[in-house]
């Protein structure tokens, strides 16, 4: 097997990418420029060297602790809590959040044989009890894993003081009525707002 056959495997391995999608990368580096595929290959076998877990947070970073975690601009009282590291990338992104995080690591799920104690929720409810925290805003993904989570967490904030609220789901923006689901519909009537 050839270096570029063992690329389009490896490639085509990834969330996303089919076999077709694969080979399309792999003949686009063998045109780019040297510093292009340096480069990227440089960031990718330092990824899993310098990239970490954020030990307050669960964020990806390379530093210790990460920079929203150290950053006093951050609303200190608001705790936004998400499954995954990719998810805090996706609201940060939105530029409208301006809180804390708490990375879960996953989601509760039975049939996965993964339960409360196998996720960030100790040290989340620690964190909760020794800060300055007001609010969590459950972040979790509208899933039946996603919902369960939140539901098991909202039973775990709420006595201890806190407001605990939950994103908003419904239809997305640029979509048909038409095309909603059962589920993103009841959901969208649910979350509505007065305008």
């Known amino acids: 097997m050839t270096a570029l056959e063992r690329l389009i495997e490896n490639l085509a391995k990834l969330p996303g ?22 480069g990227l290959a440089r960031d990718i076998s330092q990824l899993k060297e310098k990239v970490r877990n954020c030990p307050v947070c669960g964020g990806y970073t390379e530093e210790i602790p990460c920079r929203i975690c150290t950053d006093s601009q951050r609303d200190r009282a608001t705790l936004c809590v998400v499954e995954e590291p990719k998810d805090l990338l996706s609201i940060e992104l939105t ?32 964190r909760v009890r020794e800060g300055e925290i007001k609010e969590v805003i459950i972040a979790t993904n509208p899933t039946v894993e996603g919902e369960a989570t939140a539901a098991y967490l909202a039973r775990l904030l709420k006595p201890l003081g806190l407001r605990v609220t939950r994103i908003a789901m419904g239809i997305p923006v640029g979509s048909d009525l038409e095309f909603a689901d059962e589920v993103t519909m009841t959901k969208s009537l649910e979350n509505r707002r007065e305008l």
């Open 95 to 126: 530029r409208q959040y301006h809180g804390l995080y708490h990375v879960l690591m996953g989601v509760i799920s039975p049939i996965d044989g993964i339960g409360p104690e196998d996720l960030l929720i100790a040290s989340l409810l620690r």
């Open 17 to 38: 990418l089919g076999r077709k999608s694969a080979s399309r990368i792999a003949y686009h580096l063998m045109k780019a420029e040297d510093a292009l595929v340096q």
